[in-house]
């Protein structure tokens, strides 16, 4: 019987993860990138517009001419296309580092509603 329900538990899991998070894919960009991301079958452009260095650091994009919010490391904002971008890292490159400039790591997705 546990062996069952453990199976069962994998397969809700799985079911989980391919359903819910499916249309929500993690990016890793630099300051002043712009990525042309697919969400379901629509086009977004992304632009990382600043990665501000403040206490705490943030983000301002634009997305398809939409600029969001400055955004810190655990926010999100849903767009007035009803997609959602949401800030998962902010990583600084401190002057004289050799190597990429600033980078956010986000979520892009659909908003499925509350």
């Not at 994998?10 to 079911?15: D, E, G, K, T, V």
């Not at 890793?28 to 206490?55: A, K, L, S």
């Amino acid at each position: 019987m546990k062996k069952i329900m453990s199976l069962i538990g994998i397969i809700l899991m799985f079911l989980f993860f391919t359903l819910v998070l499916a249309e929500q894919m993690t990016y890793t960009m630099e300051e002043g990138e712009v990525r042309n991301i697919n969400v379901g079958n629509r086009q977004y452009e992304v632009e990382v517009i600043i990665i501000e260095d403040t206490t705490p650091p943030t983000v301002t994009f634009n997305i398809n001419g939409e600029i969001t919010d400055q955004l810190t490391q655990g926010n999100s904002q849903i767009l007035q296309n009803g997609l959602v971008i949401g800030v998962l890292e902010i990583i600084l490159n401190e002057g004289g580092e050799i190597g990429s400039g600033d980078i956010v790591i986000f979520i892009f997705s659909s908003y499925c509603g509350d």
